[in-house]
């Protein structure tokens, strides 16, 4: 990454931090339900679990922050302006490492170290909203969307519901869910927590699926630890359906490099398009999907795909990676490394 320096803003020492912390007046969490997108008191809330010793903005859109666990665990935060720029998007970690580690992924690299409690979730959000208002980004004045979609996998936090409860207390605004749908009974009942979770929510939650291939086989060799196959997937978008009112399809997403399988026609029949959108994203490299011999595709074999999906009848998606990201190779786990080397 260019211009590291410029970019690195230093915050007040932790021992300032911590004076302040012991200062702050007791939780403010009003007895009330939040309004719908009103998230003050996510500005209010003061995190004692997670500390933030850094901040990296890239190209004026968006900001990462390096977060300290109490046992000294680093883990990487995100606010950066959605598609529509209309709406910023607030992408926290939810776990230490992730149990998956897909090959294309860099928090691959990272092995798994652990979950992230409920409440440290919540202080991560908090400290995202709070240090993005700092430096001049007013999520509080523009739509707000929460998007599970990096640095773990929410169907292996045991936590995860409990989180989504606590998010709730304190902010309504829209959700984004993503796993790629790990082969468990904790993925099981997870999913169980989220759909009910949803069922009563107060704005929309979206729930994904990193589907990435439309060979099975391929999907199984991708990932650590075992996946869920497509008989299980369709169950999934069936429940979805029945128990959340007024549900969005549930997304089927795929990272696409030249050597993943994609062929439409092979799922159709299963993973039906009235159950299922479609989101096709290009690949933006990792040290680790190098190493597995993964290549790039390039927007004219993105379209070809996503034509190919749509003539099957799925409403596709755009999801291209954007230009920051490209720029400065900012995928999940990315980050995290050059930080910790930084420390050293
Ligand atoms: S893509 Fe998601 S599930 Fe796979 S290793 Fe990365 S964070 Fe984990």
Request: hydrophobic letters at 35%.
């Amino acid at each position: 990454m260019t211009g590291k320096r410029e970019y690195m803003k230093q915050e007040s020492p932790w021992a300032e931090q911590e004076a302040e912390l012991d200062q702050a007046p007791k939780s403010s969490l009003s007895s009330q339900a939040p309004q719908k997108g009103d998230i003050s008191s996510l500005l209010e809330h003061k995190p004692t679990l997670l500390r933030s010793s850094a901040a990296f903005l890239f190209n004026d859109s968006v900001l990462k922050y390096p977060l300290h666990t109490l046992d000294d665990r680093v883990v990487v935060g995100t606010s950066c302006l959605g598609y529509s720029e209309k709406t910023y998007l607030v992408v926290p970690a939810i776990q230490v490492g992730c149990p998956v580690q897909c090959n294309f992924c860099q928090v691959g690299d990272q092995g798994y170290e652990r979950s992230l409690t409920a409440k440290e979730i919540v202080d991560e959000i908090a400290l995202i909203v709070q240090k993005s208002h700092q430096y001049g980004y007013p999520l509080a004045q523009t739509r707000v969307k929460i998007s599970f979609v990096a640095d773990g996998d929410p169907l292996t936090n045991p936590n995860f519901g409990q989180a989504l409860e606590q998010i709730a207390e304190r902010a309504v605004v829209p959700m984004k869910v993503s796993t790629a749908y790990p082969d468990t009974p904790l993925a099981e009942r997870l999913f169980d927590e989220i759909c009910s979770f949803s069922a009563t929510y107060g704005d929309t939650v979206q729930f994904q699926i990193s589907l990435n291939s439309t060979d099975a086989e391929y999907r199984a060799r991708i990932a650590k630890i075992p996946l869920a196959d497509y008989r299980k997937i369709r169950e999934a978008g069936e429940k979805w359906q029945s128990d959340v009112p007024h549900a969005r399809k549930v997304n089927l997403t795929f990272t696409l490099t030249q050597e993943t399988p994609c062929t439409p026609e092979d799922i159709k029949d299963i993973l039906t398009p009235d159950l299922f959108a479609i989101r096709l994203r290009d690949w933006a490299p990792t040290e680790r999907g190098l190493r597995y011999g993964l290549h790039r595709i390039g927007p004219e074999k993105l379209k070809e795909l996503a034509d190919r999906f749509v003539s099957e009848g799925y409403n596709v998606i755009p999801g291209r990676t954007g230009n920051t990201e490209r720029m400065f190779i900012l995928s999940a786990g990315q980050l995290t490394g050059m930080y910790q080397s930084l420390l050293r």
